[in-house]
């Protein structure tokens, strides 16, 4: 059954194993966490929980959702979702203040997408931006997809305000775009003008691959499909997948060991979009442990909240215990 997770250790990271095991000569690890699959937010309730809150960022207009107060925890997403992609993991973060940032393009911001960089470079500096609009000294920053590569550009780019990292199956190094989305970079003029019907069935395509948990896949489509619905349909996609460039995450690659900040790495390790052996590089270069999931494939804050919000919640707790990251994030 897919949802066995395993830790590996700070002294040996290690790598991931099929079983999800840590590799063999770990001096010590974690218990193994069973995730459970009845434990879900219903949307309504999440929605209602959330404050949305918008502002013009350096002529930008950028969009979050926030709630509760501690520690700054940002939570950045990928394609093709928005801040709903954390609804289930938001409910799971007490005594912290989520901020589940929206790139710009994206989501309810995809009308945006028609007059701005709409690159992973370019959402590094608009969260940078919109941090300082918040006052924002010290934040963990938390990234899915696409937004795992914005938060490595954030945290490199300025790590005195990273407080840490966690990345879930998130892109890094030349690890995307994905082939399915190369293809349709190179078809996104078609891609513009494919009629809603059809736009939706390939989302829902692209979404089922990448989820373990079907059920979950069908919530995924009416959840992230009603913000291109709601707005230019199919356009909005193919001008996100023409902005991709592999070059944003190579530019920072080399820095990557260099971050002095606590981090984690949870990984889906069926994921066939971004497959585990970047997973372990990145555990690697961050001197952490990989956590893996048994049979998670990519959507993991959706089939695997559990999981990904204890890894925050250890984070945090890490930084709150150490004096000096808890005095820098004050």
């Not at 218990?31 to 309504?44: A, E, H, K, S």
């Not at 093709?80 to 992609?85: A, G, Q, V, W």
């Not at 005594?95 to 590094?124: C, N, T």
């Not at 989305?181 to 494919?194: D, E, F, I, Q, Y």
Request: charged share 25%; proline share 7%; net charge negative.
């Amino acid at each position: 059954m897919p949802g066995i997770v395993t830790f590996g250790t700070t002294a040996d990271p290690g790598v991931f194993r099929p079983d999800g095991g840590a590799r063999t000569g770990c001096r010590s690890a974690r218990p193994v966490v069973r995730r459970t699959l009845g434990d879900r937010t219903p949307i309504r309730e999440w929605s209602m929980s959330m404050t949305s809150r918008q502002a013009e960022v350096d002529g930008v207009p950028v969009r979050w959702e926030e709630e509760g107060d501690g520690l700054p925890v940002v939570l950045i997403h990928g394609i093709p979702t928005s801040p709903d992609l954390w609804r289930h993991v938001t409910p799971r973060l007490p005594g912290v203040r989520v901020l589940a940032f929206e790139m710009v393009g994206y989501g309810r911001s995809i009308p945006a997408g028609r007059e701005h960089d709409i690159s992973v470079a370019a959402q590094a500096s608009y969260l940078d931006a919109w941090l300082d609009h918040l006052d924002v000294e010290r934040a963990v920053l938390v990234g899915h997809d696409l937004g795992g590569g914005v938060a490595q550009i954030a945290a490199v780019t300025r790590p005195e305000r990273c407080a840490g990292l966690v990345l879930t199956n998130a892109i890094a190094y030349d690890s995307w775009p994905i082939p399915s989305v190369k293809a349709l970079r190179a078809t996104s003029r078609l891609l513009a003008r494919t009629p809603d019907a059809p736009f939706k069935a390939l989302m829902g395509t692209l979404l089922a691959r990448g989820h373990d948990d079907l059920e979950m896949a069908a919530e995924s489509l009416d959840v992230h499909y009603r913000h291109y619905a709601d707005a230019d349909g199919a356009a909005g996609m193919a001008r996100q997948v023409r902005a991709l460039d592999v070059n944003d995450t190579l530019a920072v690659a080399d820095r990557l060991p260099d971050l002095d900040v606590p981090a984690r790495i949870v990984w889906g390790l069926a994921d066939r979009f971004q497959t585990a052996d970047y997973g372990e590089r990145l555990a690697r270069d961050l001197g952490t442990r990989p956590i893996g999931i048994t049979g998670g494939k990519h959507f993991t804050p959706e089939d695997h909240p559990g999981p990904v919000a204890d890894a925050v919640l250890d984070l945090v707790a890490e930084v709150e215990r150490t004096p000096d990251l808890a005095r820098q994030a004050r």
